[in-house]
């Protein structure tokens, strides 16, 4: 986009995407919920979500009449409405649901739910492979932005968490040099159990069988994983490691691991997993190593290393289970949504690495788990270098597996593209972008000029308030906006979708003269138009207000 805009400061948490209208229930009434699988885990959200003023629990779902019965008593809830198939469920006029079933079934349930257009509170993780994962991206990606839409990596809205978080981001322990996560304690079994011999003995040990768990690491170790990523802000690009089954008599899951996932920089964490600890010790926890002190991060508490002999320590004051449900409900009375489901996804696959890790005894790169692993698409980046791309080496780099523009110590008075220099003509373009500020967006079939600057039709992107351009076809040194049917014509179909200051996924599709937008899995432009039928793929630094956009996941499927 070529027009000069305005700077719009951005504050909010990563993924909310205000509304003007609050879905489901009027603001300030009570956000009725049904729980869908009312085993142990369930029970236990459901006992805390019934202390909530602001929210009624009104049905139980499980296909075991004794689960039922267990939840019943165990919850503080008179004569909620009993459900053996969830389907029901989801056809009711709940307003939300809380999802704690076996980990194979997230994906099966999380997309029904998706559908049924319900609030979503889903235990973790996303699924226990990768074609899960990559289907519980897809229902995420494309649900209505007014559903709100968490799952149960309750550490990111711990209070502590949250503090310790925002003093790594502002610097406070200086860059990440290395980082650990620990999750040890005492909680096998020597004695085996029967064989399940049909599907209702398994669903009773689910836990213990690795095809329906997804192992220790997945089911569990994930949430430190969740952690790494997200003070992080980045996933792996590589992971190696060993483990196995020492003790455990039960189904075929193991019960410790030592994992070393490698992010951008060659910054290393290691994740050491055991079930085999004596009863009478526990340590879970997370510690970030950086150039000037030490962030120590637990469900109990959070430490801050500071210097010798100077060291803060603060208590949690609550289950941070607690949190998260609260933060769930809040978000659906007050109109302010979120959708976790990609970022779940990816910290999911980073545990299902790991896993691959240790099961086969080699390196997993990323790039084998990748969603991007689309069939028939090429990475146009491979997260690491700027290799087959070309532009001005003062405004780009790479950060945390991510191409990064800036003009915030380099300003620019024209605008500026980092340009991949082959040419294309008819295609699908995916890619990921999160814009801090100001103006950006994806050049196609574009023509080169001199000096890192391009003309064609760009995807567009800018955080401009009621006038941004998300979603809209620009363009550049063209005829700007007015090839699509009115000037917004795109942004006035997402307004509510757009994941301001985070992550936005995008696809351009282009063959023949018809071109079509889609941003977050809505379609925005379907328009055909002539100009230009080939060319290259450029990314916008704008000219103007210092600015940083970000680019991730670009990769491209060629059209015959």
Not at 80 to 89: A, Q, S
Not at 427 to 441: A, E, M, P, Q, T
Request: some cysteine; glycine content about 8%.
């Amino acid at each position: 986009m070529s027009e000069g805009m305005t700077r719009r400061d951005l504050a909010r948490a990563a993924a909310l995407v205000p509304l003007a209208a609050v879905r489901g229930t009027a603001a300030g009434s009570a956000v009725t919920v049904g729980l869908i699988g009312s085993g142990g885990r369930g029970t236990f959200d459901a006992s805390l979500l019934v202390k909530n003023p602001n929210a009624r629990l009104v049905a139980l779902c499980d296909i075991f009449d004794d689960r039922i019965e267990r939840a019943r008593k165990n919850i503080p809830i008179e004569n909620p409405k009993v459900y053996k198939d969830y389907h029901e469920l989801l056809a009711s006029d709940v307003d939300a649901v809380i999802i704690a079933t076996p980990v194979f079934l997230h994906p099966e349930h999380f997309e029904a739910a998706v559908k049924a257009g319900k609030n979503i509170y889903i235990e973790k993780p996303a699924g226990l492979n990768v074609e899960g994962c990559r289907r519980v991206m897809r229902a995420a990606n494309a649900a209505d932005r007014k559903l709100n839409i968490a799952f149960g990596f309750q550490q990111r809205y711990g209070q502590g968490y949250l503090k310790a978080r925002k003093l790594v981001a502002d610097g406070a322990i200086g860059k990440i040099h290395m980082a650990h996560a620990h999750w040890i304690k005492g909680a096998y079994s020597e004695t085996p159990l029967p064989l399940p011999r049909n599907y209702e003995e398994k669903m009773r040990q689910w836990t213990v069988w690795k095809d329906w768990f997804g192992d220790i690491i997945v089911e569990t170790y994930c949430h430190g994983i969740d952690v790494l990523n997200w003070f992080l802000d980045a996933h792996p690009v590589k992971a190696y490691g060993a483990g196995g089954r020492t003790v455990e008599k039960r189904g075929d899951i193991s019960d410790h691991c030592d994992v070393t996932f490698t992010y951008a920089d060659n910054v290393q964490a290691v994740l050491t997993g055991s079930q085999i600890a004596p009863p009478l010790f526990r340590s879970v926890n997370e510690q970030f190593y950086g150039a000037k002190g030490v962030i120590e991060t637990a469900r109990e508490y959070w430490t801050h290393y500071r210097g010798r002999n100077d060291t803060v320590t603060e208590k949690s004051p609550r289950e941070i289970t607690i949190d998260s449900l609260e933060t769930f409900i809040r978000n659906i009375q007050n109109g302010t949504p979120e959708n976790t489901g990609v970022r779940t996804a990816e910290s999911t696959l980073t545990a299902i690495m790991g896993r691959m890790a240790i099961d086969e005894k080699r390196e997993i790169t990323w790039d084998e788990v990748s969603p991007s692993a689309e069939d028939g698409f090429i990475p146009l980046f491979d997260g690491k270098t700027l290799d087959g791309w070309d532009g001005d080496p003062a405004l780009w780099s790479v950060e945390n597996g991510a191409i990064v523009g800036s003009t915030d110590k380099h300003p620019i008075q024209e605008n500026t593209f980092l340009i991949y220099r082959q040419k294309f003509s008819d295609l699908v373009l995916r890619f990921d972008i999160k814009l801090r500020n100001h103006n950006s967006g994806v050049q196609f079939r574009s023509e080169v000029l001199p000096h890192w600057v391009c003309s064609g039709y760009q995807a567009d992107a800018s955080e401009v308030g009621d006038h941004s351009a998300w979603g809209n076809l620009y363009e550049e040194k063209g005829r700007g906006r007015d090839l699509m049917k009115t000037p917004d014509e795109g942004w006035q179909k997402v307004k509510s979708l757009v994941r301001h200051g985070d992550w936005n996924s995008y696809e351009v599709f282009a063959q023949g003269n018809r071109i079509k937008l889609t941003l977050n899995g809505v379609e925005t432009i379907d328009l055909t138009d002539d100009k230009a039928k080939e060319g290259v793929i450029a990314l916008q630094l704008h000219a103007g207000i210092p600015m940083r956009v970000e680019f991730r996941n670009i990769r491209l499927k060629p059209l015959r």
